[in-house]
């Protein structure tokens, strides 16, 4: 059916920011809005450092209104650092704080 979509079938399309070509990663997790039960952003996980012993990079949080396309195996996302949060993560080895 179209315009609708499962989490499991978002999981596996691959983030591409059309802006630069810059492939981003896969959907982890998404953000809804539990009063109006709306998507709010698409989170993509950072990745690993050294198997993730000294952390991850910084999870990307895409906004829904930065999502331009959904298609059948990507989604284009258009974002600079200024219109996407980034949240740190830290390992096993890292000082929180």
Same mark, same amino acid.
């Given at each position: 059916?179209?315009?609708?979509? *499962? ?11 059309q ?12 953000e809804?809005? *539990?009063?109006t039960? $709306?998507l ?7 990745r ?6 000294f ?12 999502i331009?396309?959904?298609g059948? $195996?990507?989604i284009?996302? $258009?974002f ?18």
């Amino acid at each position: 059916m179209a315009g609708r979509c *499962t989490f499991q079938n978002l999981r596996r399309k691959e983030v591409i920011n059309q802006r630069n070509g810059y492939r981003i990663g896969y959907v982890d997790d998404l953000e809804i809005n *539990t009063a109006t039960a $709306d998507l709010c952003s698409l989170i993509i996980f950072g990745r690993a450092k050294f198997f993730g012993l000294f952390g991850r990079s910084e999870d990307f949080i895409i906004p829904w209104q930065n999502i331009r396309l959904i298609g059948e $195996d990507t989604i284009l996302v $258009d974002f600079s650092g200024s219109n996407c949060r980034k949240r740190e993560k830290h390992g096993f080895f890292c000082k929180k704080g």
